[in-house]
């Protein structure tokens, strides 16, 4: 029996599946589910056409079974120089598949040696109309992204008709780049095809994909995103000016986080040229790589990713009425008051009437071509204070007013603490992680956690962490060494100074001199000559360096 694995974490990195949608499967090809297979040419004086040749198609034992695509066979075509660039698969279906004005989705699953765009072909009729062949071609589309090579991919193509056409047939092109060089005929493998309602692949090794190229420009200069403006009635305050972005896709997620309160009401001002465009937000509550969207009722479930939008179905995202040619901003939206602080992202969306969060990928209406424009962002959400760690050695920590260090403080805000070194020590710096989840990942899905700050310090005392650096939980390392010693009698003679450290000592002379290193119990570590800066790596105990005592810790 067939099995495609749609929920694999681990032995494919990043892997994701999609589901809840209902579907109906076309063709498997582990037994004869289709009425016929062979080759199909848009081309009408194409030499598989007229006679000249014939084409290379057949069902196969599966060549590249792996986890993604275990089954055991599969449909392997030639792709050929002398065919057009609509060159591909036919497959009659077993049963025809009724059509509708509204886009339903055909996914197949494929694995070619060449990277780039794919097409789908619909041969069909209307069922009203008796003389009509089922050879008419009904569509030709190409799938929603460019798929790459030497891999099982979903390539996914948006189809529709009208309401009386059935599909009796599917082509699959997997090249239309261009016509082929002599040395660039290859063997292309279909699986597992089937039509849902569902835009997304059914799994990806992207987080937070699109349905285009992320490098895709803009094909319009009437319509353009100039910016986004964040303000809450907590105090968030975020402007982001876009107007210099040459596409579609904008990832401003390495900018600074937007911070939003827990239990916030935000409000997400869209500055648009042009009308008659719809504006949607979302927020990844979950972290999981993927916007999930929840309608009910026409309103966001408390649990649904897509939290404001300005129209959707006639609707805006309080469950009002709402006309289509609308160019107002989305209703606000709230933070619950129980999130759990941590970086999430949010992504801003101008398209027409789609719920989907990787862009409307309909053929006639896409993201692309209707003008609209998406953008990624890292939202902070954070509570009033945030947990406080110090990790203090050889010295002793206090707060600013001498008492004990509290286990919270107040975030976005600078921090003073004292710091007093015992008396063999020096403090050199801080080392300080600041963000969430600090025994994870630094990125996760694209999305940093925390941040590594380092501190130079050269002396003790009060100590005070800038604002920026408390935008989340606190830990802090507090660096130092041992106080230089030099050895006994050795100064003026040959200037040899020894610095004592954790499990090493450094030998510092201007002149070259000979030295040894002998542990208290008449081991010798190290012996040599130098000038200028030698290190020498020692277990803790008691040397005797040129004779002279030092104490490694």
């Known amino acids: 029996m067939k099995r495609i694995y749609k929920n694999l974490i681990g032995a ?78 036919r497959i009659d279906l077993t049963s025809p598949i009724a059509l509708s004005p509204t ?9 070619k040696p060449v990277a780039g765009r794919v097409a789908l072909i619909g041969l069909g009729k209307r069922n009203d109309w008796a003389e009509q062949p089922a050879t008419t071609v009904q569509f030709v589309t190409a799938a929603t992204k460019e798929l790459d ?39 292309a493998y279909f699986d597992e095809i089937l039509i849902n309602d569902d835009s997304q692949q059914r799994f990806t090794f ?22 986004l403006t964040f303000t809450g009635n907590m105090g968030a305050s975020y402007e982001s000016n876009l107007a210099s972005e040459r596409t579609v896709y904008v990832n401003k997620t390495e900018a600074t986080p937007i911070e939003l309160k827990v239990g916030e009401a935000v409000n997400v001002s869209f500055d648009y040229t042009g009308s008659w465009m719809h504006r949607y937000v979302y927020m990844d509550k979950g972290n999981d790589g993927r916007f999930d969207v929840d309608i009910q009722n026409n309103v966001p479930t408390a649990s649904s990713d897509l939290v404001a939008y300005s129209y959707l179905d006639g609707y ?17 939206f709230t933070i619950a008051s129980d999130m759990k602080p941590g970086f999430y992202r949010i992504r801003c969306k101008v398209d027409w009437d789609s719920s989907v969060a990787a862009g409307n ?24 204070n945030v947990a406080l760690n110090v990790v203090a050695r050889m010295c002793e920590v206090t707060a600013a007013d001498g008492s004990a260090l509290p286990a919270e403080i107040p975030f976005g805000e600078d921090f003073s603490f ?34 590594v700050e380092t501190m130079e310090l050269e ?95």
């Not at 589910?33 to 081309?43: K, L, N, P, R």
């Open 149 to 187: 090579a030497n891999k099982w991919v979903d390539a996914v193509f948006s189809v529709y008709g009208n309401d009386a056409a059935e599909l009796h047939s599917i082509v699959i092109v997997p090249d239309v780049d261009s016509h082929l060089a002599t040395e660039t005929d290859y063997v």
């Open 103 to 111: 886009p339903q989705y055909i996914h197949v699953l494929m694995y």
């Open 206 to 227: 992207d987080p937070y994909p699109l349905n285009f190229e992320a490098t895709q420009e803009k094909t319009r200069n009437d319509r353009a995103l100039q910016s």
């Open 316 to 332: 805006t995202s309080t469950g009002a009425s709402a006309s289509n040619d609308t160019s107002s901003d989305p209703p606000a």
């Open 12 to 89: 494919v990195s990043l892997l994701w599946a999609f589901g809840g949608y209902a579907e109906t499967t076309l063709c498997q090809f582990e037994n004869t589910d289709y009425s016929e297979i062979s080759t199909y040419d848009y081309w009408d004086q194409s030499p598989f056409n007229t006679g000249l040749l014939t084409g290379q198609i057949a069902v196969v034992d599966n060549p590249y079974s792996d986890d993604i695509n275990g089954s055991g066979k599969v449909l392997a075509f030639q792709r050929s120089r002398y065919g057009s660039h609509l060159y591909g698969a």
């Open 361 to 384: 990928p309909a053929s006639d209406n896409s993201v692309v071509s209707n003008g609209g424009a998406i953008v990624d962002y890292l939202a902070n959400v954070h509570r009033d």
């Open 418 to 451: 004292n710091i007093t070194m015992d008396d063999n020590y020096d403090i050199t710096g801080l080392e300080i992680k600041h963000g969430y989840n600090h025994d994870g990942e630094e990125y996760v899905f694209g999305n940093r956690q925390w941040k």
């Open 459 to 553: 002396e003790d005392g009060l100590i005070t962490i800038p604002a920026e650096y408390i935008d989340g939980d606190v830990a802090i390392t507090i660096q130092f060494e041992n106080k230089p010693v030099s050895v006994q009698g050795l100064e003026s003679a040959d200037g040899l100074k020894v610095v004592a450290g954790e499990n090493q000592i450094e030998l510092i002379s201007d002149e070259e001199v000979s030295y040894s290193v002998v542990h208290v119990s008449g081991a010798c570590y190290a012996t040599g000559t130098f000038a200028g800066r030698e290190t020498i790596a020692l277990p803790a105990g008691v040397y005797f360096v040129n004779g002279q005592k030092c104490i490694v810790r």
